[in-house]
């Protein structure tokens, strides 16, 4: 029998790589999870007109007045539709505070072409009238709270446990807890969807958060009522209804170390949100 011919050593090493190559696949990396990555809209739904500064800044000039932005948050991103509060629509507060150009929460957001039922989140940054009050809008949506918050505010039989909360909005948020709704977040710096993170310490109310949103150029931090205006972070100054100075204080800094870019940390009720960002709805502009 003939002796096949011999390769040179070299050749023997190409072979042998590219039969690995051939029987050991490499990792699938379309099977790996995604991260989410997010577009952020301010939604604005009503103004209140002549709003006292002094209580929205502390310590400034007690004769201010500001046309004040009620507004809330859109983040969108592949099968999730997110708000970040939820306005309200309760008559009382229409009839007592008197808000100019309102619409419902669900119909500020069917302008910006999301239909209220296709909301899939709602994080409450906190239990006031006018961010918390409008979650039950929102049929299909989970509720996303600090337990601290929650249960520091809303008894169980839905009664109100203390006067911040009103009791529209401890009895209704009671509802969605039993209705399995309602997902209460435990602590500080908790993703509680791919990149959404929540962080307390702002002490606007007994655990108020706020919310860190990954996006394709960074993260912004959706500040709420833990800085009311952009005055609070440029002056350094804190909110004037705060259960703490300092910690509020404290909580702005950290905005600023986690939003990419201080640009990106958005205040509460700032008209001005409006004028810095741009969008082709009115009343509807994209963060970014």
């Given at each position: 029998?003939a002796?096949?011919p ?8 190409a072979?042998?790589?590219?039969t ?9 990396f379309?099977a ?6 997010w577009?952020?809209d301010?939604v604005r739904?009503?103004?209140v007109?002549h ?12 004769t ?6 009620m507004?809330?948050?859109l983040?969108?991103a592949?099968g999730r ?5 939820a ?8 009839d007592?505070?008197?808000p100019?150009?309102f619409?419902?929460?669900s119909?500020?957001l069917?302008?910006?072409?999301v239909?209220?039922?296709s909301v899939?989140d709602v994080?409450i940054?906190h239990?006031?009238?006018d961010h ?7 049929a ?5 709270i ?5 249960e520091?505010?809303v ?6 446990l203390?006067e911040?909360?009103?009791?529209l ?8 807890m039993n209705?399995?709704?309602v997902?209460?977040v435990?602590g500080?710096?908790?993703e509680?969807?791919?990149g959404?993170t929540?962080y307390t310490?702002g002490k606007?109310?007994?655990a108020s958060?706020?919310?860190g949103v990954?996006?394709s150029?960074?993260?912004?931090v959706?500040?709420?009522d ?6 609070n972070l ?6 004037a209804q705060t259960?703490?100075?300092s910690?509020n204080l404290?909580?702005?800094d950290?905005?600023?170390r986690?939003?990419?870019n201080p ?7 700032d ?7 741009h ?10």
């Open positions: 029998m002796q096949a011999r390769l040179p050593i070299r050749s023997l090493i072979a042998a790589a590219l690995l190559t051939c029987v050991i696949p490499g990792p699938d379309s790996a999870p995604r991260a989410l990555v577009q952020i301010a739904y009503a103004t007109t709003f006292p500064v002094h209580e929205l800044v502390a310590g400034v000039d007690t201010r007045t500001l046309d004040i932005a507004m809330f948050w983040l969108r592949p539709r997110v708000l970040v509060d306005g309200f629509y309760q008559q009382k507060f229409l007592s505070w008197k100019v150009d619409v419902r929460p119909e500020a069917a302008r910006a072409g239909p209220p039922d899939t994080i940054s239990i006031h009238w918390a009050g409008g979650a039950d809008l929102f299909k949506a989970r509720i996303w600090q337990r601290e918050e929650y520091f505010y008894g169980k039989d839905g009664a109100p203390h911040a909360i009103d009791s909005d401890s009895a209704m948020l009671a509802r969605l209705a399995g709704r997902s209460l435990e500080d710096a908790k509680i969807l791919p959404i929540v310490g606007h109310t007994f958060q706020y919310v990954r996006m150029k960074g993260t912004a959706i500040a709420s833990n800085a009311y205006l952009y005055e440029d002056r350094h100054l804190p909110i259960l703490d100075a910690s404290a909580a702005q950290r905005m600023k986690i939003a990419s640009r990106l940390i958005v205040p509460g009720h008209p001005a949100v409006f004028q810095r960002f969008g082709d709805v009115p009343g509807v502009v994209r963060i970014q």
